[in-house]
């Protein structure tokens, strides 16, 4: 597979995880239940509303 196509696969599978995180987010924030996250080698529930993404 070259390069060109790769990088276009890329940017499309980025795009469609982005979009799948910002509707799990407001899923979660409509429903009131929190988001079960990784953070420093530990899994912790966090409420969907303090959740920012980078």
Do not use: Q
């Amino acid at each position: 597979m070259s390069v060109k196509r790769l990088s276009s696969m890329h940017k499309k599978i980025k795009k469609a995880m982005s979009e799948a995180v910002f509707i799990a987010v407001k899923e979660h924030e409509e429903l009131g239940v929190p988001l079960a996250i990784w953070k420093n080698g530990k899994v912790v529930k966090i409420s969907a509303k303090n959740f920012r993404l980078k």
